[in-house]
């Protein structure tokens, strides 16, 4: 019942900018964390920030000072901004919630940085 759709993703180049947005519903949006994930073919999802119910912010150390996840209670959204993108960070961005004992995950948006 909990439903993530993502959008954002995008072909920029080499220190451009993306926001990434989560739209969750069929959950209390207040109560649950939210974190976005990449993964690259052959690879595990990766946790690239995360954000807790009060606001909590965490980050992995590769998007630590670039990156900046945050929530709009009202709007049960939440976002990832990337500045200064590397190509490195390309990837398949997924939005993921914790809620009701167990993770639902987004489609998944597409980021792609070029040098």
């Known amino acids: 019942q909990v439903r993530l759709v993502e959008s954002g993703g995008g072909l920029v180049q080499a220190g451009d900018s993306l926001r990434l947005t989560c739209k969750v519903s069929g959950v209390n949006f207040r109560l649950v964390p939210v974190a976005w994930y990449r993964q690259v073919p052959d690879n595990d999802r990766r946790l690239v920030a995360s954000i807790s119910g009060d606001g909590g912010t965490t980050y992995d150390d590769s998007v630590q000072g670039r990156f900046t996840i945050s929530r709009e209670y009202a709007r049960r959204t939440a976002f990832l901004q990337m500045n200064n993108l590397r190509v490195e960070d390309s990837g398949l961005y997924y939005c993921?919630?914790?809620?009701?004992?167990?993770?639902?995950w987004g489609q998944g948006t597409l980021v792609t940085v070029s040098s």
């Open positions: 993921n919630v914790k809620a009701y004992g167990r993770d639902t």
